[in-house]
C-alpha cells in the first residue's frame, strides 16, 4: 500500500472529513464574497433583498460543478465504505491514525496479504460503481 493513487485519496479525505471541509470553503467563497462597486470601495448593500440574495446563492451553490463533484464522489464513497467492516477499519487506521501497515497488521490481528486484500477490494468496489477512475 506504498503508492496512493486518485482513489487512496478520496478514500483518505473521506476518512479524515477533508471532502466535507472542501465543501464548505466552496460554499463560504460564495457567502462571503464582498462586493466592489463602481467607485472601488467594498458596499453591502447589492440592490436585491435578503430574501432573493438567500435564494440566489443557494441557486449559486447548488449549481457549483466542483460542489457537484465533490458530493458526488462523497456519496460514492460512502455507498461502499460502511459495506466493508474489516476494510473500514483498515482505512481508519492507516488514515485516522497514521498507523504503518505492519502495525495494522498487529492491530487487526490479520496477514498482510489480507489486510491488502480487504482494502483492494473495497478500492475495487469503489471503481466498478461510481465510475471514478484510479
Not at 69 to 78: D, M, S
Not at 94 to 122: A, G
Amino acid at each position: 500500500m506504498a503508492k496512493i493513487d486518485k482513489i487512496d485519496r478520496l478514500i483518505r479525505d473521506y476518512v479524515n472529513g477533508f471532502i466535507d471541509k472542501r465543501i464548505e470553503a466552496i460554499e463560504n467563497r460564495y457567502r462571503y464574497k464582498s462586493k466592489i462597486d463602481n467607485l472601488g470601495i467594498r458596499t453591502a448593500y447589492s440592490g436585491v433583498s435578503e430574501q432573493e440574495r438567500a435564494i440566489l446563492l443557494k441557486e449559486q451553490i447548488e449549481n457549483d460543478p466542483e460542489i457537484i463533484n465533490l458530493k458526488y464522489q462523497k456519496n460514492q464513497i460512502e455507498a461502499w465504505y460502511h459495506s466493508y467492516p474489516d476494510a473500514k477499519m483498515i482505512c481508519e487506521l492507516r488514515w485516522k491514525k497514521n498507523m504503518q501497515q505492519w502495525e495494522i497488521e498487529q492491530e487487526m490481528r490479520m496477514s498482510r496479504s489480507t489486510v491488502y486484500n480487504r482494502y483492494v477490494e473495497l478500492k475495487a468496489e469503489i471503481i466498478r460503481w461510481s465510475g471514478l477512475e484510479p
